[in-house]
């Protein structure tokens, strides 16, 4: 009852494994003995929540925990991980006996739930992949269970890759070293992605929750949210690991009745309206989040 009375409030719950075994059929954090409560509140839940790059406006929020760039204290392989390492390359990093990526999206999911971000009832999902029904499946794995946090619900299926698309990524890369690359603008998203047609008329009173490993400039995450305001999603959350850069473009489109959210569109890049934004920026963010890691793992090692 603890557990239910919780998650149907929207507040974090964690149990503790020293007075009882967890119940069946529950997800929640675990605290094994009265000292890991008192660690996990000054590792996540101390001070204010911390992010790298922050933007509001209207009906969405977007979230960056650190740069893109940013290197962590880490005890295996090595001293130091860069984000890339577990979020790119899947490499297998630990910080103490945790995994290196679970911690990484504690502290998003933490930060977003300190700020008031997350609500109770929550849809979750994780923007798509470049290949046609596929997510990050990291990404997938770690959010079916950290939205049973908040009795919420990861919805693999509610933003649709229905075509292949170029990886931006490493079209970026190839850009970078001079090779052929191919362009990719908001219009690759608009005509590859889409919302799942069995949630038209569920998001109404909901707060989505979107997920991505990393930002650039954007296009990604503001396909997601202009298909989930045509949708009409109460609220928007977009949270990301790492930002490579400083901007956000915003996109509007001109002629918004052209949208058709449940299915692909041939919407065109001189469909959209595109507005530079500044997000506010934390450069003392790394640093801090460092703080905190190298902090626990003294605590650890005492």
């Known amino acids: 009852m603890d557990w239910r009375t919780a998650i149907n409030s929207g507040v974090m719950y964690q149990h503790a494994a020293w007075a009882a075994p967890m119940p069946a059929g529950t997800t929640s954090l675990v605290a094994r003995t009265p000292a890991e409560v008192d660690s996990f509140l000054k590792m996540f839940l101390s001070g204010e929540p911390g992010w790298s790059h922050r933007t509001d406006q209207g009906n969405w929020s977007l979230r960056s925990l650190l740069p893109a760039s940013a290197r962590l204290p880490s005890t295996q392989p090595g001293p130091t991980f860069r984000l890339q390492d577990v979020f790119t390359y899947n490499r297998a990093v630990k910080i103490g006996d945790a995994d290196a990526r679970s911690l990484l999206m504690l502290f998003v999911i933490a930060n977003a739930y300190m700020e008031g971000l997350i609500p109770a009832n929550p849809f979750f999902c994780v923007y798509p992949s470049s290949t046609s029904g596929k997510v990050s499946e990291q990404l997938q794995t770690y959010l079916d269970k950290a939205a049973k946090l908040f009795h919420g619900y990861y919805r693999e299926d509610l933003l649709v890759r229905a075509v292949d698309a170029p990886d931006t990524s490493l079209e970026r890369w190839k850009a970078g070293q001079g090779q052929p690359a191919k362009t990719v603008t908001i219009a690759t998203q608009a005509q590859t992605v889409h919302l799942g047609p069995k949630y038209r008329g569920r998001l109404g009173t909901k707060t989505v929750v979107?997920?991505?490993?990393?930002?650039?400039?954007?296009?990604?995450?503001?396909?997601?949210?202009?298909?989930?305001?045509a949708a009409g999603a109460q609220r928007i959350v977009m949270l990301t690991v790492g930002k490579y850069g400083s901007r956000h473009t915003r996109y509007e489109l001109k002629d918004p009745s052209a949208l058709?959210?449940?299915?692909?569109n041939s919407l065109t890049a001189d469909s959209f309206n595109a507005t530079q934004l500044s997000p506010d920026s934390d450069p003392h963010a790394q640093d801090r989040l460092c703080q905190r890691i190298a902090a626990a793992l003294d605590t650890s090692q005492a």
């Open 210 to 229: 979107v997920l991505d490993d990393f930002t650039t400039h954007g296009m990604s995450l503001e396909w997601a949210r202009i298909l989930l305001t």
């Open 260 to 264: 058709a959210p449940y299915q692909l």
